[in-house]
């Protein structure tokens, strides 16, 4: 009797499909289709927002808690429980992601991130508080690369990088709405002091109530389906798409359609996404990990200390903090809003390196204002909302460039390594740096920090000018052949 064959030879002796449904969904115009993938998936980044927010909002709270009782370092503690369960959501996420598909994947974390975030509300304990934030942080890393790449497959090319960056900024309308509920639920004469900070939570709970059936609308992604052999799903949900805007009076043209040679596998070994992304695609490798990690330092650095710089060195009280970090999130969101629409018109390079340099230059010139106690309250407020309209713009395309520059089977999985080493690397490191350096109350130390955070982003910039795809208007698969795709002489 014959051994059985081995994974490589049923993969080799499965059958090439051709199909040009990849172009056929990137030459759909912007529809209400669209705009449901950006609402019902997009919210991931408004909850993310919502939930950075309030864990600084309530710190106070927590500690002013009769049942929790907290101490600096249990609130210290708690956003690392909630770091570390993003990094490791992401990654196990990312993997069932790209294994079991899209649209299971944005169900089971939405679901998590739910269920964990209304638990956190009802804590009663350090232990159970941390167990929720490591559970809620879990949902949104796995949320993370299922909807950055079921986004990014949908979205035609032509405004894949607007779309994106505009999705990324939501989460300054997370981090706004965060804010203001902080200011209301926080509010002695409104609600008891241990009950304001539980009210808070379940902010998030709500909108992830709301949008959680808007998901069943959303289809498998096409893409996706097409190298685990199911075409004819595939064609189906294309053409249900397409049957939809020529009902809509949208004529769709065929003579820009270019055909893929497709051999269907089960799933991609972690050998083979790992040498994928870092030998095959290793300068696009360096190009994402350069990014995420100088946009992670940077925000997390200035984002999770910005209470302590306003009342250290602007005698701000803590209960007012809520009103200056409104500006701050206005400036954040309009950067990818209006500067979004230039990385698909002057293209990925150009925009990424001066998104990044220009943050570079602003920090160290307010830097160095700061320094020289040049700054009022006011105009430091002003500096951060100008630096970080260019900073908020530069760090939505590193999640741009790393969901878009490798191959479609490995997709989610890349997003989630690149997310867990720049949060890991910038994110956790960020914040206890700049908060030693704000111990000292010496604004020359601080300075020092935010130079450093400078030189990431000048860094990083200059590695993009160099070795940064140009994705602009073309295809994913165009910009990274997938590992299924069949050339004619593979046959």
């Known amino acids: 009797m014959s051994a059985p064959p081995t994974a490589a030879v049923r993969e ?35 909850l993310d927002g919502l939930e950075v927010t309030l864990a600084g909002a309530v710190a106070s709270a927590l500690k002013a808690s009769p049942t929790l009782q907290f101490t600096n370092a249990d609130v210290g503690l708690a956003g690392s429980a909630y770091i570390a369960g993003a990094v490791l959501g992401a990654l196990g996420f990312g993997w069932m992601t790209d294994r079991l598909g899209r649209r299971k994947l944005f169900f089971i974390t939405l679901a998590l991130y739910l269920a964990a975030t209304a638990a956190t509300a009802f804590s009663w304990n350090l232990a159970s508080f941390l167990l929720f934030r490591f559970l809620t942080g879990a949902g949104i890393g796995g949320e993370y690369t299922a909807i950055n790449s079921t986004i990014q497959e949908f979205t035609p090319a032509r405004v894949r990088g607007w779309t994106d960056l505009g999705i990324n900024g939501t989460f300054w309308v997370g981090a706004g709405l965060g804010a203001a509920g902080s200011l209301v639920l926080l509010d002695p004469n409104l609600l008891p002091p241990d009950w304001g900070w539980r009210a808070c939570f379940f902010i998030g709970a709500v909108l ?32 249900a798409l397409e049957t939809r805007f020529r009902r809509e009076g949208h004529t769709l043209v065929d003579h820009e359609l270019i055909a893929l040679r497709l051999r269907a596998r089960g799933h991609t070994p972690l050998r083979e996404v790992f040498h994928t992304l870092f030998n095959v695609h290793r300068r696009r490798a360096l190009v994402g990990l350069s990014l995420m990690t100088a946009q992670a330092f940077f925000y997390n650095a200035i984002f999770f200390t910005y209470a302590l710089v306003l009342t250290d060195f602007y005698q701000v009280p803590p209960a007012h903090i809520g009103w200056y970090l409104l500006p701050f999130a206005l400036g954040n969101f309009l950067g990818p809003l209006v500067l979004g629409r230039l990385f698909d018109v002057i293209g990925r390079r150009k925009m990424i390196a001066a998104t990044y340099g220009i943050s570079a230059v602003l920090l160290t010139l307010s830097g160095y204002l700061f320094e ?42 890349a997003i989630a390594v690149f997310y867990a080493f720049g949060t890991a690397l ?52 165009h910009v990274a052949r997938p590992l299924s795709s069949v050339l004619d002489d593979e046959e």
């Open 208 to 239: 992830a109530l709301v949008i959680l059936p808007m998901r069943v609308w959303v289809p498998e992604s096409p893409r996706w389906l097409l190298t685990r052999g199911g075409e004819p799903d595939a064609r189906s949900i294309v053409e």
């Open 12 to 46: 080799k002796n499965t059958a090439v499909v051709e199909t040009d449904l990849p172009s056929r969904l990137d030459r759909l115009p912007w529809g209400r289709f669209h705009s449901l993938i950006v609402v019902a998936l997009g919210v991931t980044w408004l």
């Open 372 to 413: 020289q106690h040049m700054l009022t309250v006011v105009t430091q407020t002003i500096a951060w909302m100008v630096i970080f309209f260019f900073a908020s713009a530069a760090a939505s395309s590193a999640y741009l460039t790393v969901s878009e520059s490798f191959p479609l089977e490995i997709r989610a999985l």
């Open 426 to 477: 910038g994110g956790i490191a960020g914040p206890a740096f700049f908060g030693r350096l704000i111990d000292t109350h010496q604004r020359s130390e601080v300075f020092s920090g935010y130079l450093v955070g400078s030189a990431l982003m000048l860094a990083a910039a200059v590695i993009a000018a160099i070795w940064g795809v140009d994705a602009e208007r073309r295809s994913l698969e």
